[in-house]
């Protein structure tokens, strides 16, 4: 790879080379022969010429002719030749040294030209790479910063609209003065600026405008970018507009997504409640009205009925409300609260307690393997997905017959939380549309009950970046409701 090019300092190492060439060759001279001596010379025309550019390799082939001819051929110490084959032999010296440095300097300026275009390959391969798996604007920014720091030794400033971004430790510039020119299909473009207080602002392009605009600042005691430098950073930088465009894409997308649940959400409420909440509504009515018509003929086991159904009937209710209103707190993004950790004893612990609360008939065998870790989660979010899960065991395990609770580590950093009951079972073909709103089977585990608890289940798992699935239970009985959350801080879902 060339090293002085057409500098001033590849002429200068053409003349070293021409004077070394002529010590040489004055230091063998009484071992070898005149034309022997003129492969002294050719030898240095092409190390000049593998060294640096055309116009040094030419400067040194011209110089070694003139050397060759003044020291060596007779008279020596004059330009002048007495024979001809003398004359000959300079002028096919001369041709031939010419020639030799300029292919010599051809093939080294394509070598430097591949090095250059492998080296750009690289960075941008390596960019490319990162940018894939960047999900938001700052992201995309840490991974600009690496790779151009690493391929220009360059920190990185981007502003988007009013927005300024940088890795830390990086000073933001003063604002960028960009100039703006009329393109050919009538619209205005942004081209990049001269360097300025040390920074070079570059425009970041997209099919319809501009995002916005991005710095790159060089160390103080680091010489210009050549042009090959530029270029290579222009192309990045189109690789980062690009990928800041398709991370607003897939926000906008996520946002449209999230608007079209929340309606869809809000239609299934309002449909909803026009029947299961009258049920229990009619039935504490009915029950109140008869107590209050009838309740002194009655005897104290028909009071105590009609209260029973009361009570039990506004549990029910109670639990129908608050299904509706985590899910509308699921449908409006509402459940993006402050994390904190908490151990799976705990929350197994939490969960089952309350279970036994509302059904002290119910039995589980809870089995927590040890040394589990502690779980980055929001608390009563998980431990109401849990309850849920195993409320719905509950409701169709067998009398007498106990809901398995089991708790285990798995691969990945993942926690498994399997809740299995004895009951009839859930057919393939339903298992994953349990998990939908207001879906309840026709028969099997499922069969009764709003269709809200596994689809609320669901939702605060899947918030946490866990998983919620439905498979056969213990020995094919059953069915086995399985949990899987991260442990440790998933990213991009519900940080704190």
Not at 130 to 135: D, I, R
Not at 250 to 265: F, G, K, Y
Not at 438 to 461: E, K, N, P, Q, W
């Amino acid at each position: 790879m060339a090293t002085g090019g057409g500098t001033p300092g590849g002429y200068a190492l053409a003349v070293i080379g021409a004077a070394l060439a002529v010590a040489l060759a004055l230091g063998l001279q009484q071992w070898l022969g005149l034309g022997d001596l003129s492969l002294v010379f050719m030898l240095a025309v092409l190390v000049v010429a593998s060294r640096t550019s055309t116009g040094p390799a030419v400067l040194t082939a011209i110089l070694c002719f003139l050397a060759y001819n003044f020291f060596f051929i007779e008279p020596r110490y004059t330009f002048y030749i007495t024979a001809r084959h003398g004359v000959a032999t300079v002028v096919l010296f001369l041709a031939a040294a010419l020639l030799a440095g300029r292919l010599a300097a051809q093939l080294s300026m394509r070598l430097q030209a591949l090095g250059v275009a492998n080296h750009h390959a690289v960075a941008r391969q390596a960019l490319g790479a990162g940018l894939s798996t960047a999900a938001s604007e700052s992201e995309v920014v840490e991974i600009a910063q690496a790779a151009f720091r690493s391929s220009l030794d360059a920190e990185v400033w981007v502003r988007l609209g009013n927005k300024g971004l940088h890795a830390a430790g990086v000073e933001p510039p003063p604002p960028p003065v960009l100039r703006q020119v009329d393109a050919t299909d009538g619209t205005s473009r942004l081209v990049e600026s001269v360097e300025e207080f040390g920074w070079w602002f570059l425009p970041l392009h997209a099919p319809h405008g501009t995002l916005g605009v991005i710095g790159l600042k060089l160390p103080s005691n680091r010489l210009p970018l050549d042009q090959d430098q530029r270029q290579l950073a222009r192309a990045m930088s189109d690789d980062i507009a690009q990928a800041l465009l398709r991370t607003r894409l897939v926000a906008d997308l996520q946002s449209e997504r999230l608007a079209n649940e929340s309606e869809r959400l809000r239609s299934a409420l309002l449909s909803s409640v026009s029947h299961d909440l009258r049920t229990p509504l009619a039935a504490i009515i009915g029950a109140a009205g008869s107590l209050d018509h009838y309740g002194g003929a009655m005897d104290a086991t028909d009071r105590h009925d009609l209260l029973e159904t009361i009570r039990v009937e506004g549990e029910r209710l109670d639990r129908y409300i608050q299904n509706l209103l985590d899910m509308a707190r699921l449908g409006h993004g509402a459940l993006a609260s402050e994390r904190d950790w908490i151990g799976v004893d705990e929350l197994i612990g939490s969960a089952t307690t309350r279970m036994r609360r509302y059904q002290p008939e119910v039995r589980l065998s809870i089995s927590i393997a040890p040394g589990l870790p502690s779980l980055w989660v929001h608390p009563a979010l998980v431990e109401q997905a849990l309850f849920n899960v195993i409320e719905n065991a509950a409701r169709f395990s067998p009398p007498g017959e106990a809901v398995a609770v089991a708790a285990q580590r798995v691969e990945g950093d993942r926690l498994r939380i399997d809740v299995s009951d004895r009951g009839p079972g859930i057919a393939e073909a339903e298992r994953q549309r349990i998990f939908d709103m207001f879906y309840s089977v026709a028969h099997g585990d499922g069969a009764h009950g709003t269709g809200l608890g596994l689809a609320i289940c669901r939702g605060m798992v899947e918030a946490h970046g866990g998983t919620v699935e439905a498979l056969p239970g213990i020995d094919g009985q059953g069915t086995t409701l399985r949990i899987t959350l991260p442990i440790g801080r998933p990213h991009g879902t519900m940080d704190a």
